[in-house]
């Protein structure tokens, strides 16, 4: 009897000493308050402390001195007190961050180690993923946000490293990336995303402005508290550094996806809020807008305009006053191609003829509430949809498979549940896929032209 009671409690204690030493996610809100919560330098010759004094509301921060290198980084994970995982992607699909960046540098760069859940050890690295165009030399804190969705889901995260990138010479000693806070989000918070506009009425303080960038040699660019057509800010441009020789662009950092490829042909309509102080003009101004598009990572543009960024789709409207009075413009063009992800682009444009539409030293114009819709195009009937023509085969297929078209198209293959596996673009009648990396299981096949589309079941083996 004794015997059976210490064979239990032995099994109770190996029980319970293995959910100890079991791997557990790690806190997901860090605002360095009281200490820099075991985030340490990765690599690099950057200088990682703790500020408590430091951050937004004075209460503390963590400090990245970046001089001498600019790739450093901060790290949270595979050492010291880190027996857990830092980040569990089955439940967290964003990292938001509070900072402000007293240095050159103008990007984010995330890194690290992944392994399977349930699995032991530090794991394998991940991609990295990149946000380009963070403000450089910022005077005010800043909120971003960065989609980590391409790290496995179900994976466990078991180091993160967050690098702060430059693209100039290395920054100054005391030159330092101020951390106010990370946090591990599920969703971005409701509000923060207009269709692909980012902090589309800027009432989001917190974020600002952070997400827009571009050559402002010409002009400041600012959060207004004091102006706004709805809400309680406005996007501020000011001229007042040397007369304007270009268009004055904003190109801002998020990039929006969609699940399903947006068809050829649909309409975007951009609808966005603008005042003007002018002095000395003789004319109202004109506004540009541009959406950069862009389908499986490649650019999508319209091969009649002209080259580089000006055969994106776009308007120019021109504004009715210059009394400081508030007036929506809209723009509207179609999608010269199928797309899956959209970026935002505005400016106040200029023309080297009609000089009295142009800015002068001084003048000011304010954007508030922007807004984008996206209306499939109108068909004749169900059989002018129809894509004819497209031979598929083999049929099941082990490795190659043939899409044979009357004029190229976009080829999607998409799995039973819906998700995206593949799109190519076939500029030729006969084209050809490697499946040799696809699971096994049935697909459905897609070919899109010239806003028609052909689907069949196909079997990869």
Known sequence: MKKNYFKILLMTVVFLTTITVSAQQGPTLYNFTTDAQNWVKGYGAGTVAHDPTGGAANDGALTLDRAGNNNANIRRGQGGV????????????????????????NSFRIAGQSRAAGTSGPGANFSNIAVSNIAPLSTGYVTTYIDIS????GHEVTRLDILFRANAANDPAGSKVIYDEIEFIETLPPGTFSEFIKNP????????????????????????????????????????KVPVTKPSWNFTNYTHSYATDIVENSTIEVKMWVKTSRTGAKAPFRIAQRTKLTLAGADVKNPAAPVGDDSFPSDVK????????????????????NFDAALFWFAVDFDATETDLNMVMNDVVWFDQMSVTISAPATASVHDDILEGVNVYPNPVSGKLNVNTLEG?????????????????????????????????????????????????????
């Not at 391409?150 to 889901?153: E, S």
């Not at 299981?441 to 079941?457: A, N």
């Open 150 to 153: 391409t790290i496995p889901t």
């Open 318 to 337: 021109t504004t009715t006053n210059t009394a400081g009075e508030w007036e929506e413009l809209t723009f509207a063009y179609t999608a010269p191609g």
């Open 409 to 461: 198209g976009i080829i999607t293959l998409y799995n039973i549940l819906g998700a995206k596996v593949l799109s190519e673009i076939a500029t030729e009648k006969n084209h050809t896929i490697n499946t040799s990396k696809i699971n096994s299981g049935m697909y459905l096949l897609k070919v899109v032209s010239k806003g028609k589309s052909f689907t069949q079941k196909l079997i990869v083996n």
């Open 201 to 240: 009425s800027f009432d989001d303080v917190v974020g600002g402005i952070s997400h827009i960038t571009g050559n402002d040699t010409e002009f400041n660019r600012t959060l207004d508290g004091t102006v706004s057509k709805d809400g309680s800010n406005s996007f501020k441009m000011t001229f007042d």
């Open 82 to 105: 880190d027996t857990f995982i830092v980040l569990d992607r089955a439940v967290y699909n964003y990292i938001k961050i509070t900072f402000k960046n007293e240095t050159a540098g």
